[in-house]
């Protein structure tokens, strides 16, 4: 057969949105503390609390451990716009 086929389908744009996600059943948001000097970091929770004191914890048994990074984990999604 020869020539063009017909279309098999309908190609339409459309716009997404990303957000974070605040649905109740969203994931939590957490957080963690991570040492730069030898990469180990803390456990991680809802709250700074655990994280902080873990970071405070690290420098006493580290000294030399003075710089930490943030690690926070929130949620996030998507939807096409109708």
């Known amino acids: 057969m020869t020539?063009?086929?017909p279309p098999r389908g309908v190609i339409r744009s459309v716009q997404w949105h990303l957000a974070p996600d605040e649905?109740?059943?969203a994931e939590p948001l957490?957080?963690?503390m991570q040492c730069v000097v030898c990469s180990e970091e803390?456990?991680?929770s809802e709250g700074w609390?655990?994280?902080q004191a873990w970071a405070l914890s690290h420098s006493?048994?580290?000294p030399s451990h003075?710089?930490?990074r943030e690690l926070i984990t929130r949620p996030?999604?998507?939807w096409m716009s109708s």
Request: hydrophobic letters at 10%; one cysteine or more.
């Open 76 to 78: 996030w999604r998507s």
């Open 49 to 51: 609390d655990e994280p």
């Open 3 to 5: 020539g063009t086929a």
């Open 66 to 68: 003075c710089t930490y």
């Open 42 to 44: 803390s456990e991680r």
């Open 23 to 25: 649905e109740p059943d």
């Open 60 to 62: 006493g048994r580290n």
């Open 30 to 32: 957490t957080y963690a």
